[in-house]
């Protein structure tokens, strides 16, 4: 990653422009859609890296785009700590094992997602548990973020258990995600694979995101998202098995 090619830009640019534009129609899905398109073109790793300052740019702006962030953060922070620690840890995994391996994970990780989106299980986690819970579900949240990049499991189900109000539940996932952000940048550095330059690429990479979420954003408003999201998660079912299969061919 110390020389990119043009092509290797004008993937990184339509990555995050596609990123972008999942998440202005769903809400979510950039470091998803990001980790996905960019682990298939260079180490999960240097993908990660990436993807750190748009992740953390939108996501700060999905967390305090509503009234609940103080309430949140109060009632949330275990499961926060939780994320922190998990993904720095996580994060070795990410680093030190061989990249067509670790491209293995991600790809399961997607898959997971994916599956666990399209059958949509209901339920509800009973309020005397969450304490215990809270901690032990971003443990392991963090500890998948670290070594695949992506941050969605099982935070985003267990986050959708709670069965918070809707703006509250887009302030906890904006919440969530940017922990994830933080920490996944934090466990990069700790092992030595977040540089300076991948910051400035990362920093750039704000411009498609932001311009993908509002043509996401204008195209939410022509379609169904139901459709959308359908297509999306079959797109990332085709993906992730692409990435598990690739060692064996």
């Not at 790809?107 to 309020?127: H, N, R, S």
């Not at 539940?169 to 700790?190: E, H, R």
């Not at 694979?193 to 043509?215: D, H, N, T």
Request: net charge positive.
């Amino acid at each position: 990653m110390n020389e990119l090619s043009p092509f290797l830009l004008l993937v990184f640019a339509a990555t995050f422009l596609a990123a972008g534009l999942v998440k202005g129609v769903t809400g979510m899905g950039l470091p998803t859609v990001a980790m996905g398109l960019l682990g298939a073109a260079m180490s999960p790793a240097a993908a990660a890296a990436m993807l750190v300052i748009p992740s953390f740019v939108t996501n700060v702006w999905q967390l305090l785009a509503g009234p609940a962030t103080v309430r949140l953060a109060v009632r949330l922070w275990p499961m926060m700590l939780g994320i922190v620690a998990g993904t720095v840890g996580g994060a070795a995994l990410l680093v030190r094992v061989d990249p067509l391996w670790s491209g293995v994970a991600l790809g399961m990780a997607l898959i997971v997602y994916a599956g666990y989106a399209l059958a949509a299980p209901a339920f509800a986690v009973p309020p005397r548990i969450e304490p215990w819970l809270s901690p032990l579900v971003g443990l392991v949240t963090g500890t998948i973020t670290g070594a695949t990049g992506v941050f969605v499991m099982p935070a985003v189900p267990y986050l959708q258990s709670l069965r918070l109000e809707r703006d509250e539940l887009v302030q906890a996932l904006g919440l969530s995600f940017t922990i994830s952000t933080v920490a996944l940048a934090g466990g990069l550095m700790a092992h030595g694979a977040f540089r300076l330059e991948q910051l400035a690429l990362s920093a750039l990479a704000i411009v498609p995101a932001l311009a993908g979420m509002w043509l996401g954003q204008a195209i939410r408003a022509r379609i169904s998202p139901r459709t959308f999201r359908l297509c999306f998660l079959l797109f990332l079912l085709a993906l992730g098995a692409e990435l598990v299969a690739r060692p064996f061919f």
